[in-house]
């Protein structure tokens, strides 16, 4: 079965969980028989993908794209035109808009000549592009839903283009995979998505990507020196965005401190809340107990989990949570919000919703007292994040494809 992968991002490029689990559903799917092209919005080198081809829609470098935020698109004036693309004004979507537009144009191009048996398009981000392509091709439309507008803006309105094109791409797809229960609930309830037209598929950890690493704490030795003498290290690694609570999650931090002040905190990441959470952390008297790593990936990312004792959590509304997911092979005790929908298949964790501060604190308490209780949550989640795996997304993926071209849903 021929497939018209449409993403934007894979590693070593991604900025998020999205080009992960784009990566390991679509090596999987290869795996089971399936013939995949994956187009991206750049042009770069990835190391190991010969699973699939990868078709690059413009000339721009990973570093490029990375500079350009959902919305504020004010970088690289420049790219208002695309090797000759006309861009159409689109006030702070300008820049953005103008590589979708791009993207769409060339995924036009590409379609027709491959002749996909289905189109599975990620996010808003290629909805347009595939929509676009089933327009051409008469192929059945999978629209993967990962994240929706309402998750990105913190359960607010958000961006009316953005929540335009998601509800058109919704209500064009033949099928429409969401990622957690959660996200499903948003999809039938704010966009009135009929519930038997979304399957829920959640997603898998794939344990051999983290085979034959050598972990280093060196880069995080004061971390190390501060467990010597009985702290609890409490990470996070995230995008700093108001989806993913983070000020909340500073509030319960300083809380837990007054109650114990052996706690120190791990915020790896960068986004548009950086200073502001930094400035928070002075301002609640608890600069001295929380280390900013900045943005990391390969090496330090993975040490960011090989130095935490526990991990947590905190978004305001999150479709699903692979971070939660590697936090667990790594060995780390798991704190998750109610929000989160790595909580529908993880069970020895402890929860919280995102805004009870107090609930957190004393969770980050009871378990820096208690080390019965960090060992029995450690080892009672990696069992459990053990039984998941991107083979079985891909089976899952396979059969949706089978029935939806054979119009079992029509």
Same mark, same amino acid.
């Given at each position: 079965?021929?497939?018209?992968?449409?993403?934007?991002?894979?590693?070593?490029?991604?900025?998020?969980?999205?080009?992960?689990?784009?990566? +390991?559903?679509?090596?999987?799917?290869?795996?089971?028989?399936?013939?995949?092209?994956?187009?991206?919005?750049?042009?770069?080198? +990835?190391?190991?993908?010969?699973?699939?081809?990868? +078709?690059?829609?413009?000339?721009?470098?990973?570093?490029?794209?990375?500079?350009? &935020? /959902?919305?504020?698109?004010?970088?690289?004036?420049?790219?208002?035109?695309?090797?000759?693309?006309?861009? %159409?004004?689109? &006030?702070?979507?300008?820049?953005?808009?103008?590589?979708?537009? +791009?993207?769409?144009?060339?995924?036009?191009?590409?379609?027709?000549?491959?002749?996909?048996?289905?189109?599975?398009?990620?996010?808003?981000?290629?909805?347009?592009? &595939?929509?676009?392509?089933? %327009?051409?091709?008469?192929?059945?439309?999978?629209?993967?839903?990962?994240?929706?507008?309402?998750?990105?803006?913190?359960?607010?309105?958000?961006?009316?283009?953005?929540?335009?094109?998601?509800?058109?791409?919704?209500?064009?797809?033949?099928?429409?995979?969401?990622? /957690?229960?959660?996200?499903?609930?948003?999809?039938?309830?704010?966009?009135?998505?009929?519930?038997?037209?979304?399957?829920?598929? =959640?997603?898998?950890?794939?344990?051999?990507?983290? @085979?034959?690493?050598?972990?280093?704490?060196?880069?995080?030795?004061?971390?190390?020196?501060?467990? =010597?003498?009985?702290?609890?290290?409490?990470?996070?690694?995230?995008? #700093?965005?108001?989806?993913?609570?983070?000020?909340?999650?500073?509030?319960?931090?300083?809380?837990?401190?007054? @109650?114990?002040?052996?706690?120190? #905190?791990?915020?790896?990441?960068?986004? %548009?809340?950086?200073?502001?959470?930094?400035?928070?952390?002075?301002?609640?008297?608890?600069?001295?107990?929380?280390?900013?790593? &900045?943005?990391?990936?390969?090496?330090?990312?993975?040490?960011?989990?090989?130095?935490?004792?526990?991990?947590?959590?905190?978004?305001?509304?999150?479709?699903?949570?692979?971070?939660?997911?590697?936090?667990?092979?790594?060995?780390?005790?798991? *704190?998750?919000?109610?929000?989160?929908?790595?909580?529908?298949?993880?069970?020895?964790?402890?929860?919280?919703?995102?805004?009870?501060?107090?609930?957190?604190?004393?969770? *980050?308490?009871?378990?820096?007292?208690?080390?019965?209780? %960090?060992?029995?949550?450690?080892?009672?989640? @990696?069992?459990?994040?053990? =039984?998941? /795996?991107?083979?079985?997304?891909?089976?899952?993926?396979?059969?949706?494809?089978?029935?939806?071209?054979?119009?079992?849903?029509?």
């Amino acid at each position: 079965m021929n497939i018209l992968m449409l993403g934007w991002e894979l590693p070593p490029y991604n900025s998020g969980g999205l080009g992960v689990a784009c990566y +390991h559903m679509s090596k999987a799917l290869a795996q089971q028989g399936a013939t995949i092209d994956f187009v991206l919005p750049y042009t770069a080198q +990835h190391p190991g993908v010969d699973f699939m081809t990868v +078709h690059n829609a413009t000339g721009l470098r990973p570093e490029d794209r990375v500079h350009m &935020g /959902s919305y504020d698109s004010k970088y690289m004036e420049s790219l208002e035109t695309l090797d000759g693309v006309d861009v %159409e004004d689109a &006030g702070d979507l300008t820049t953005m808009r103008a590589v979708q537009k +791009h993207y769409t144009k060339f995924v036009e191009g590409l379609a027709p000549q491959i002749q996909p048996d289905v189109i599975h398009a990620h996010d808003w981000l290629t909805m347009e592009a &595939g929509v676009r392509a089933k %327009e051409l091709t008469g192929a059945p439309l999978v629209v993967h839903v990962h994240a929706t507008e309402f998750d990105r803006s913190g359960e607010q309105y958000g961006n009316p283009v953005v929540h335009e094109i998601e509800q058109e791409a919704l209500q064009m797809a033949d099928r429409i995979i969401a990622v /957690s229960n959660i996200t499903k609930n948003i999809i039938v309830e704010r966009y009135g998505i009929p519930a038997d037209m979304v399957e829920v598929v =959640h997603n898998a950890i794939d344990i051999d990507s983290f @085979k034959g690493y050598e972990y280093d704490q060196r880069d995080y030795r004061y971390l190390e020196d501060l467990k =010597h003498e009985g702290y609890t290290v409490v990470a996070t690694l995230t995008r #700093f965005t108001v989806q993913k609570g983070l000020t909340h999650f500073m509030r319960a931090a300083a809380r837990a401190c007054e @109650k114990y002040d052996r706690l120190v #905190f791990l915020f790896a990441g960068d986004g %548009e809340q950086r200073d502001e959470l930094i400035a928070q952390a002075a301002d609640l008297g608890i600069a001295d107990k929380v280390y900013f790593t &900045g943005f990391v990936r390969g090496k330090q990312w993975r040490d960011v989990y090989s130095v935490a004792d526990v991990f947590v959590m905190s978004s305001v509304s999150e479709p699903f949570g692979l971070t939660a997911l590697e936090a667990a092979h790594h060995g780390c005790a798991l *704190l998750i919000s109610k929000q989160s929908g790595v909580g529908e298949v993880l069970k020895s964790i402890l929860r919280f919703d995102f805004w009870d501060t107090e609930r957190l604190a004393n969770q *980050l308490v009871g378990i820096a007292l208690s080390p019965a209780l %960090e060992s029995s949550l450690k080892d009672g989640v @990696k069992e459990e994040y053990a =039984h998941l /795996s991107w083979r079985d997304v891909a089976t899952k993926c396979i059969d949706l494809y089978g029935r939806v071209k054979s119009g079992v849903f029509a």
